[in-house]
């Protein structure tokens, strides 16, 4: 059976049609693959997330082809919703509406704060009850099972600098991919207060992302680069006072993004809530004495054969410094997990792992959209091999 491609184009004239060329799209080359898959999975599980780019040739193409649309619909959010998504203004059906949320909050797009700082906006009424019962209907947020009408996958007219083998789309919501309510569910891992809220702003100035597939399963293999936690993420959680001591709550469903280290850490920490053994919430320690990080996935020395607890304490500076790292480390872990939870389940679900998919998917920071007013994350895929029940 041949294989679906990994790039499907949006389709008709290349230059678009009309004056300003309406629906115009890029068709990639070879030699305009300015990045390597493996270098394009290191840095969505945790370099800084302006390191994807385009190749300058279809920057300057989309830069030229972006003016004249721009002055013609008022800006490039209502050219995607008008053309590409034909979503049109009309507000949300009823069955989305969690109370009396309004248009303004449906999108991702940061408010200032007096300050000058950016924060995502929030609804204009109370967030949903922790008592809740999760549903896709009455959500601030996009959800995984919600249908074309409110999340819909296109390609990327203009995509990144991606292998020839790979295909870059967008998932375009008209629910924000981000919200606080993500981590206020009843089912959440994090306790309500300031260590909640401190991580999850890490994890929005961060931006969220994961990986799926083979790439995935490196990190079994020991390889720190493939561990989605985002450096940035692990930088401002090492920061907060906030989280120095802070502990999430065990979580009985151990979630596939993430790594093996982590999944064991969960598993024993739900042990030892159910036996009452092992140390309360809120303490530093974890319920188990975790192993050392590779050396690729820490920024200080790695003392052999020893553990972060066992080091925490000693008065020495480096040892105190690896605890931290590590704690820091293990919470933004969890913490990109979460957010991305129905991210990831939706990536999944659209290109199965199972069917020889990969992907690399992304949600970039508020001060990297360039379309701020419509909620929307990226995913590159690519087609490893057959499905396991078609090779012979």
């Not at 693959?33 to 780019?53: F, H, P, Q």
């Not at 991606?162 to 870059?168: F, L, Q, R």
């Not at 790594?259 to 920490?269: D, K, T, V």
């Amino acid at each position: 059976m041949k294989m679906e491609p990994a790039h499907k184009p949006a389709g008709g004239p290349v230059e678009g049609t009309g004056p300003v060329g309406e629906g115009a799209y890029h068709v990639p080359v070879a030699e305009e693959a300015v990045m390597t898959w493996e270098y394009i999975c290191r840095v969505c599980a945790r370099e800084g997330l302006d390191k994807l780019d385009r190749h300058p040739r279809c920057q300057k193409r989309y830069d030229d082809w972006a003016r004249p649309i721009q002055a013609k619909y008022g800006g490039l959010e209502a050219y995607i919703k008008a053309y590409r998504l034909q979503w049109s203004d009309d507000a949300l059906p009823e069955e989305y509406v969690p109370g009396a949320i309004t248009s303004a909050i449906c999108s991702d797009a940061p408010t200032t704060n007096g300050d000058g700082s950016t924060r995502i906006a929030a609804p204009p009424t109370s967030a949903p009850k922790e008592t809740q019962e999760p549903s896709w209907r009455g959500l601030y947020y996009f959800h995984s099972s919600m249908p074309s009408t409110m999340a819909k996958v296109i390609p990327n007219d203009w995509p990144y600098g991606v292998p020839a083998d790979c295909g870059h789309y967008v998932v375009w919501c008209r629910l924000p991919i981000l919200h606080p309510s993500l981590f206020s569910t009843p089912d959440t891992p994090f306790p309500k207060g300031t260590s909640r809220d401190a991580l999850y702003e890490a994890v929005v100035s961060d931006g969220i992302r994961g990986l799926t597939g083979h790439m995935a399963t490196d990190r079994e293999k020991g390889d720190g680069d493939f561990r989605v936690i985002g450096e940035h993420t692990v930088a401002l959680l090492r920061k907060s006072k906030e989280i120095d001591t802070f502990t999430p709550t065990p979580s009985a469903t151990a979630s596939p993004m993430l790594g093996p280290r982590m999944i064991a850490i969960q598993a024993a920490s739900h042990l030892n809530a159910r036996t009452g053994t092992g140390p309360s919430s809120g303490s530093r320690t974890s319920a188990v004495d975790p192993p050392i990080l590779p050396p690729s996935a820490l920024s200080v020395p790695v003392v052999p054969g020893s553990s972060a607890n066992a080091l925490s304490g000693t008065g020495i500076g480096t040892a105190n410094a690896l605890h931290m790292r590590t704690h820091a480390a293990d919470l933004a872990e969890r913490a990109q997990a979460w957010a991305g939870r129905h991210v990831d389940s939706f990536v999944r679900r659209t290109w199965p792992p199972d069917q020889g998919w990969q992907t690399a998917w992304f949600c970039n920071p508020p001060h990297l959209r360039t379309v701020p007013g419509l909620s929307h994350f990226h995913v590159i895929v690519r087609r490893q091999a057959a499905p396991h029940n078609e090779r012979q």
